[in-house]
């Protein structure tokens, strides 16, 4: 079993309990919520004076900060928060780019059965700092070149790349991502990057 699957097996546990103590009718609920996760995936591309790029490493690698928004709160108050997280003052942010995903899973993953998106909103720092690193999370400032090699999820660099190259135009794109289990085997372009104003 993957451990997508594995995952939405617990989810759907946890949520029929909590729809059962609602007195909510459990099984369609269950399978309404499990088969499908929606949501976006907002970057925040924070450019400082020497016109370098704020970068994150996670265990995914090296990337633009980002916060995934599947909660209750506006686009506002998500960047708000990541900025604040991020211990950074920020000019106001600017949506930059808005970028469709599609998954090509083997086997499926209910989890993915829908388009998700990732928005890039641009802003130039005005104070603060990152915080310090941790076992867990680095940051550092780079360079447009230095982000290009450090950016290992080739669909992310793409997108920051545009954004980042063409800094007055909204850009838009579609990329379809194809694993087989856990493993990425491909990233392909589907739509090329197009201006939406």
Sequence with gaps: MSSGAARWIVIGSLLGTALAAHGEP????????????????????VIDDQGRLLLEHN?????????????KQ??????Q?????????TSPMTLAAIYSYRFNEDPPDPGHDA??????????????????NTSDKQYRWASRDEAAALIAMQALRMETLQVLDHPGTLWGGAFE??????????TRLIEPFYPLR
């Design 26 to 45: 459990i099984a369609a609920a269950t399978a309404t919520r499990a088969a499908q996760d929606d949501y976006t995936i907002l970057r925040l591309l």
């Design 59 to 71: 265990r995914s690698g090296w990337m633009t900060p980002a916060v995934r928004a599947n909660r």
């Design 74 to 79: 506006s686009i506002q108050q998500a960047l």
């Design 81 to 89: 928060q990541l900025s604040s997280d991020l211990g950074v003052q």
């Design 115 to 132: 388009v998700s998106f990732r928005q890039h909103y641009r802003a130039t720092l005005r104070g603060g700092q990152p915080p310090a």
């Design 177 to 186: 991502l194809s694993f087989k289990g856990d493993e990425a085997t491909g």
